[in-house]
């Protein structure tokens, strides 16, 4: 059957960006059966034994409890399950002193989802005709808000200024504000903190700008904290939650261990949630309740924090440590290569100034020695102008073992030096 597409449905199935990369990673995985790959390029997180035993305890809780079947045998509101929405009241009043009620909080099935709802609703054409950005105010960021706007046109992404340590081989994006526009036209404003791909942190005062260029257009400013605190608490340098009148808090349970049940969880301002929630109830009515009945447990125990600071944290640091170490032993002193500063999530970026090849190219060497990384140039969703940056980098999951950070590190580093000196040969 060859059904006629309508626009949108060609523009979500194209095989580009990430999609291709994906789709090529798995045929190279499936090829290669009983040929040892090292693959670097999962964003999926590992599954930690306190991580399972925690979820494996508060189901068998919810089992015993009368609550089960008003859980799993029932519809809810589109809002969420009113006991997980009042823990997270309860649990960010008490840690960030807010004062959030219930009226403050939408769960949605995933925060992709939450992502989506936020793209269309305040990104796209108003009913005058008008075109309203999604600005994304550091580029490279969170590849999955490239497909997220029905209306492609409307994603503006900008390009940061880099912070380069050239004797330590580490550098650091930071938004660019001599160039970053938040007008009448912004719909939105979307970033992740702490970021994928980079393991960026973007400054309490960097988000506090942004916050302010954004607050007299009445433009909500999405901060994507699906790695930040208090769950799963994967920033390795210190942050403050911001919130304000038009910052929407967004943050996921996928990275504390639940990405199965998608639960995406958007905190902000009650007009906010009101028009998302509509929007939620049209797509597919509600979450499921199952996840957030198990979350609420953790979360009003206590537990949740203590293993996401105690566990999953030092656990996903301790692989940048061995990362971080094979590269500045393994890495030819004289290459140009910088590692993005480690602050946090689960990944590690790496910019090989003026590689010789393409991000691609390396992808595909890489892979000849049986090391799978992602090319860099598909996290750059909305940034339209050239720049030879996007495509000398490459992010490199931290959820190997050590022994496969370690080896997967080392070749690498065996490839850049060839291909540098390659280069220099032919030159
Ligand atoms: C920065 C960021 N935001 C959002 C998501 C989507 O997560 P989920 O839909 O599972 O909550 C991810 C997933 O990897 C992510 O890395």
Not at 82 to 91: G, L, R, T, Y
Not at 309 to 320: A, S
Request: include cysteine; aromatic fraction near 10%.
């Amino acid at each position: 059957m060859n059904p006629a597409l309508t626009k949108i449905a060609a523009q979500m199935s194209n095989l580009t960006g990430v999609r291709a990369i994906m789709k090529d990673i798995i045929e190279t995985l499936q090829s290669n059966k009983g040929q040892e790959l090292i693959n670097l390029s999962a964003g999926n997180p590992l599954i930690l034994s306190e991580v399972e035993q925690l979820w494996r305890d508060c189901t068998a809780d919810l089992l015993a409890s009368s609550e089960y079947g008003e859980v799993v045998c029932r519809y809810g509101s589109s809002q969420g399950y009113a006991p997980f929405i009042e823990a997270i009241a309860n649990d960010f009043n008490k840690r960030y002193g807010l004062k959030l009620t219930e009226r403050n909080i939408l769960i949605t099935p995933g925060s992709q989802t939450l992502y989506f709802y936020a793209a269309n609703c305040f990104g796209g054409y108003t009913s005058s005709g008008q075109l309203k950005q999604i600005v994304l105010p550091l580029s490279p960021d969170y590849t999955g808000y490239g497909g997220v706007c029905l209306v492609p046109e409307a994603l503006i992404a900008y390009k940061p200024s880099l912070d380069i340590d050239a004797s330590a081989h580490r550098f650091k994006y930071r938004p660019d504000f001599s160039q970053l526009s938040i007008t009448d036209d912004t719909g939105c404003v979307i970033f992740s903190r702490p970021c994928n791909p980079t393991g960026n942190v973007l400054t309490d005062d960097e988000v506090k700008k942004i916050a302010d260029l954004a607050a007299p257009y009445d433009v909500p400013v999405l901060i994507d904290s699906a790695y930040a605190p208090p769950f799963p608490a994967l920033n390795f340098t210190d942050m403050s939650l911001i919130f304000g009148e038009n910052i929407l808090h967004c943050t996921s349970l996928s990275k504390a261990g639940l990405p199965g049940e998608r639960i995406g969880i958007a905190i902000g301002n009650e007009k906010l949630i009101q028009v998302l929630e509509s929007f939620q109830t049209n797509a597919n009515l509600h979450s499921s309740r199952y996840g957030q009945a198990i979350a609420a447990r953790a979360i009003n125990s206590g537990a949740l924090v203590q293993i996401a600071e105690q566990v999953i944290r030092p656990f996903y640091q301790n692989k940048f440590a061995v990362l971080e170490n094979t590269l500045n032993e393994a890495m030819p002193n004289n290459l140009p290569w910088f590692l993005h500063r480690g602050e946090g999530a689960i990944f590690a970026w790496l910019w090989l100034q003026d590689l010789p090849i393409t991000d691609w190219e390396l992808y595909q060497e890489l892979k000849q020695v049986g090391v799978i990384v992602v090319p860099g140039s598909t996290f750059f969703p909305g940034l339209q102008e050239e720049w030879q940056h996007k495509h000398q980098c490459v992010r490199i999951s931290l959820t190997g073992s050590d022994e496969e950070i370690v080896t997967g590190m080392q070749r690498l580093a065996k490839v850049a030096e060839q291909v540098y000196q390659r280069a220099a040969v032919s030159a």
